[in-house]
């Protein structure tokens, strides 16, 4: 029971995670022609950012289901 | 927010009918629980007993505002497709409560936290830095309740076309809410929020299928107008507009998750379970909120071009007058639309109210003008400063300030210098209050001076970014350099270690 205690902070690939997706959510590595092609009415940066920010959100709701675990069992228990 | 003469008096119909519902809601919470006036955490924190839907719909409505849609429609009409980062602000908030809440949740329930300040009082046990972190988030938290009043007026007078003049308007909503959380506190807050927030996304997606309908149904084509007419809002951002879109994911993840009113929304989580599942929910949120109105907002380029400064303040409320003559059925969801409006920014205003009370009970007249006083009158003396403080900030209110998205970083820039204390000190053990204190000081003194003296963004970062930044080197090395380390605490040192007895 006790190896089933999830601390978010305390995994580093949680953040490395993190930041590689967020590095990817801000345009600073698109040239300015990257305008075109046009994908889904986006921009073609645009449509990157877009993508990357619909990851972000599905990583962080994964990672608050998945990965955080501390008192749950004994409060389970205690219900 | 423009003229809105298709609402008048259904407009006041369904504003009516909100209001009342409010009432109701808020009578039913109160009803027949004695605990909530007697403990400040019956009232202020609905005795820790949210469950999941409650909990997940107060989170919601707290942290989406009418401003949020209000505000926001405008600046991706202003600004084009780089708004794209308020999906990414609102969602990164999330990864910062990972950072803290997990640990703090567990500290909080053993430890029966009622305020924010009562972690940082555990764990530093300084006056200094009790009172300082207590003098920034009222400060925050004040700006913020301020900008909610504003926000109520300028909604229902624009809402009722006028047929309700702007003072009338915050007056009545004003005196609904204080009516409400004064008979249910936390519970009535929490609960409201589920009807409140329901409405506000029915409303966002209405307005949204409104929009489109509107300006044809093809984004393809919406995008290409712009391109044609104003290629600069699809072109890809400068360096400064990322650098400052990277500031303003800091600035909002870590200011808006160290909100008073989100911290006690921790606490409140009936189990970790609630919480962990509340907050991943929370996650896809901004898809659904600032993503469509930032769709909204594109729309309208198309759809009124050219409109510039306050004009384009104006967008909603010009897009909502268009889309009601649609046809009856988009007239009244348009209405029920600016309801919802109303009601984001009366649940945001709300949960803000509870918790500048919350801080004047526990902490001002909790610790330091009578501690010994009864649970009854440290809720009793919160309710009532909390009412006299709304008066005063009305009296404020009667002359808004220029566009709301001003104010709405003012306030994160000081806030957010409490956020080194609040979550370093729950992992480094050597962190300590001088620095802690000093920390604060300079980096609210670095922030507001940058901020009064106009100098809102340096090279796109945030005055509060560089005083916080500040603040962690004063934190971080004054600890460093102070010899005596952590002082012997048995209780704080069980706390501190408590996830890794566990584990």
């Known amino acids: 029971m006790n190896k089933q205690v999830k601390e978010p902070i305390r995994k580093k690939w949680i953040w490395i995670g993190l930041l590689i997706i967020v590095m990817g959510n801000v345009p600073w590595y698109f040239s300015d022609s990257m305008v075109e092609p046009y994908i889904l009415g986006f921009p073609f940066w645009a449509f990157f950012i877009f993508a990357f920010s619909v990851v972000l959100c599905a990583y962080l709701s994964w990672i608050c289901l998945t990965q955080w675990k501390i008192v749950e069992d004994e409060e389970e228990v205690e219900k | 927010m423009g003229e809105l003469t298709f609402a008048g008096i259904d407009g006041i119909v369904i504003l009516t009918v909100f209001a009342i519902i409010m009432l109701v809601i808020g009578y039913y919470s109160g009803r027949g629980e004695k605990n909530i006036h007697e403990s400040l955490s019956g009232y202020y924190l609905a ?14 409505a707290t942290q989406y505002s009418g401003n949020t849609i209000v505000g926001y429609a405008p600046s991706a009409y202003r600004t084009g497709f780089s708004w794209l980062q308020s999906i990414s602000f609102m969602t990164i908030i999330i990864g910062v409560y990972l950072l803290f809440a997990p640990r703090l949740y567990v500290i909080a329930k053993k430890r029966n936290f009622i305020t924010p300040t009562d972690w940082l009082q555990h764990r530093f046990n300084s006056k200094g830095v009790t009172l300082l972190a207590i003098f920034l988030m009222l400060w925050g938290l004040g700006n913020y309740l301020l900008e909610q009043l504003v926000a109520i007026g300028q909604a229902v007078s624009g809402m009722t076309g006028g047929t309700i003049p702007y003072q009338v308007a915050v007056i009545a909503f004003v005196l609904v809410m204080l009516a409400y959380e004064w008979m249910g506190g936390m519970k009535a807050v929490a609960f409201t929020d589920v009807m409140q927030g329901i409405v506000l996304l029915i409303g966002i997606l209405a307005f949204v299928a409104g929009g489109v309908y509107l300006a044809g149904g093809s984004f393809g084509s919406i995008t290409q107008f712009i391109a044609e007419n104003e290629p600069a809002k699809i072109a890809v951002p400068s360096a400064e507009v990322n650098i400052n879109w990277f500031s303003m994911l800091i600035l909002v993840g870590l200011g808006a998750s160290i909100y008073p009113h989100a911290v006690q929304r921790i606490y409140a989580a009936k189990s970790e379970k609630t919480l962990k599942k509340s907050f991943a929910r929370m996650a896809w949120m901004p898809l659904l909120t600032t993503g469509l109105v930032f769709l909204v907002g594109i729309i309208g380029i198309k759809l009124f071009p050219g409109l510039e400064g306050n004009a384009s303040e104006q967008l909603v409320g010009v897009m909502a007058n268009e889309i009601a003559t649609i046809n009856p059925f988009f007239y009244w969801i348009m209405i029920i639309f600016f309801g ?16 500048f009370s919350s801080l004047i009970s526990n902490d001002v007249y ?132 408590a996830v890794y007895i566990k584990a």
Request: aromatic share 12%; proline share 4%.
């Open chain 2, 47 to 60: 005795s820790g007993n949210l469950g999941i839907v409650a909990l997940f719909f107060t989170l919601f």
């Open chain 2, 366 to 497: 909790g610790k330091f003008i009578k501690p010994d006083a009864s649970e009854h009158r440290k809720v009793m003396v919160g309710k009532i400063i909390g009412i006299i403080a709304i008066f005063g900030l009305l009296w404020i209110a009667w002359n808004p300030p220029g566009t709301l998205y001003e104010i709405f970083v003012l306030k994160f820039e000081l806030l957010v210098q409490v956020f080194p204390a609040f979550v370093l000190g729950l992992y480094w053990k050597r962190l300590n209050s001088k620095p802690v204190f000093w920390g604060m000081v300079l980096g609210a003194i670095v922030a507001g001076l940058l901020t009064f003296t106009g100098h809102k963004t340096v090279y796109g970062i945030h005055g509060g970014i560089i005083g916080l930044t500040l603040n962690f080197i004063v934190c971080v090395g004054g600890s460093l350099l102070s010899s005596a380390s952590l002082k012997r605490d048995p209780v704080l040192e069980e706390d501190l270690n």
């Open chain 2, 340 to 355: 919802g409006i109303v009601a984001a920014i009366v649940s945001t205003a709300d949960s803000v109210l509870l918790s």
